[in-house]
């Protein structure tokens, strides 16, 4: 079908690309855009009431499909409110395509109402951006778009002002295949063999895992038996790692829990597989082999006595047969009974007297929330400390998704990707972890929910404050300050809103009105009050942050449990063999 408009012709590609929605809020720029996906069957406007929920959106269906999602803003301030999403895709590894409409093209320069420069706001959140002036530029210059977010694996915008995406289409849009699976890297030869050698004449090593080991879990078990390492993990590795995982010591970082940083720094040698967690300072900084599929991380976090370039599961499917097999496991044993000693210490935080506790537990509230959840549901999580209830208490099974802002750490991402999610997999239950402050932020997306009837259930861990700005300000020695959200009731919000809510102050309720939300049809918000002293430490602390503690805490810092967890820890512990 031939394209009468620039506009038709963009939408034309974006069908070619499989695209089937695009999220954002009209404007008059936009208004060709608009108006051709009206037109076009197979491809619908998504009405966000912000445009960053709309990135966020997009972000979160190209997360769970691995293909090309698409927003947009109009010009000026509906570009602008792009950026926070966008950035979070970007740093995420996330094929988002960013329509920016601009101001009249004869305007330009001009210090026109609502003028900013699109082609340069975005450069540093995006891989491609470049501006449409002229109709002769398409379909190439959206389709080289298209192909860069997906080739490249992040974010490309394209500008255009909107009176260019009235004209006549100048070329016929034709066809043309997108790239979307991208290739196998093996290591050269000699990389291979030096990480058997050291592999092989290392007497302690452990293993730390990120997003990179997905779909190398078995080679990672194996490799873990043949050497009884302990295996570790980064909050965003613990999806793919974690389960059915009898070598796993926990997690290392901010949110850590267990005995992953013994581990790692007891090691006589650390293999980081297909991670770029970026706190160095939990790293030993010593004694480290990095596998990656990206050059340019190798060895940017930490120095490397081996770098090597190429997939987690292409190249330990390689090593694995060069590996001798070890008769001694008391290293790995030693750390399991850490593990399951560290855990079972902070266990009571939880269930100690839990029906009598008020304010509510948060991590009895994430603990239930995992026992009633589908086996294969999405969980999105706002940043703060409902990254930390998700790092300890959801547990993954290898059909679960936990997705949030992990990187570029924005508040209030929860819900707009559940929206996504949610629109992304229509069949599959889709759960917003929101904070109160992550949920304020961005209280409008309510609407959109509602709307559309989106069947996203929300929890709000309503604790009235910025939880994880209190324990930054603890350990860095301030007092709290300027961090109190206010005692607002948001299933009232959401009833107003045309969203059913349900408020929880007792904690006997909690697992009833959860499972209860979950089962019904259509969206349900649950706001359940938590105790705003509910706080978490890391696995290591330093003898500064101690000193903030002591400077600054006057209220209970709990170190919080760790769920089913436990369980796992426990599972563990008991595998190891009796010595006679």
Known sequence: MAANSVAEQMVQVLRQAGVERVYGVVGDSLNPVVDAIRRTEEISWVHVRNEEAGAFAAAAEAELTGRLAVCAGSCGPGNTHLIQGLYDAQRSGLPVLALASHIPSAQIGSGFFQETHPERVFTDCSGFCEMVSTPAQLPRLLRTAVQHALGARGVSVLVFPGDVAAL???????GGDFLTEH???LPPAAQLEALAEKLNTAEKVALFCGAGVR?????????AGRLYTPVGHSLRGKEWIQYDNPYDV?????LGYGACHEALHEADLVLLLGTDFPYDSFLPQARTVQIDHDPTRLGRRTPLELAVHGDVRATLRA???ELVQRADRSFLDALLTKHCKALESVVGAYTRDIEHHLPIHPEFVASVLDEVAAEDAVFT????MNNVWAARYLTPNGRRRVIGS???GSMANALPHAIGAQLAEPGRQVVSMSGDGGIGMLLGELLTVAKYRLPVKTVVFNNGALGMIKLEMLVSGYPESEIDNGAVDYAAIAEAAGVPG???????RVREVLAEALGRPGPVLVDVVTDPNALSIPPHITAAQLKGFALAASRTVLSGGVGRMVDLARSNLRNIPRRP
């Not at 349900?502 to 006997?508: A, G, L, Q």
């Open 168 to 174: 006549p289409a100048a070329r016929p849009t034709g």
């Open 183 to 185: 290739g196998t890297v």
């Open 215 to 223: 779909g190398a879990h078995a080679e990672v078990m194996e490799l």
């Open 250 to 254: 926990g997690m290392s970082g901010l």
């Open 319 to 321: 090593v694995l047969p």
């Open 381 to 384: 999580v706002d940043t703060g």
């Open 406 to 408: 992990f990187l570029h």
């Open 502 to 508: 349900v408020r929880v102050t007792d904690p006997k």
